[in-house]
Nanobody, 125 residues
């Protein structure tokens, strides 16, 4: 059973950068499709990015494409979200999620069955 723990959130100015990390405990991390979702106050949780368990297959929400980069290091059981050119609308709690083993790419939160506790990202002027 995979357990997830996010870190790296914080307060950043408009245009700044942050790198979120999500470390997984348990075995078989390399067989899980991983994703990042976010939830702003008063809004539903929304898809941000996902990375398949096979190398190279990634997807992004249109709102973050070109600014965010997802990656994984299976040797460290960790998935990352590099966030650049941050905007106030990126302010949210960011959640790491896992689907698997051998789960496919999905943009829907209900298809992920393992979640971290979330990390707050605040973009301020």
């Amino acid at each position: 059973q995979v357990q997830l723990a996010e870190s790296g959130g914080g307060l950043v100015q408009i245009g700044g950068s942050l790198r979120l990390s999500c470390e997984a405990s348990g075995r078989s991390f390399s067989t899980y499709t991983m994703a990042w979702f976010r939830q702003a106050p008063g809004k539903e949780r929304e898809f941000v990015s996902t990375i398949h368990w096979t190398p190279g297959d990634v997807a992004y929400a249109d709102s973050v494409k070109g600014r965010f980069t997802i990656s994984r290091d299976n040797a460290k059981n960790t998935v990352y979200l590099q966030m650049n050119s941050l905007k106030p609308e990126d302010t949210a709690v960011y959640y790491c999620a896992a689907r698997g083993p051998y789960g496919g790419i999905s943009y829907y939160s209900y298809e992920y069955d393992k979640w971290g506790q979330g990390t707050q990202v605040t973009v301020s002027s």
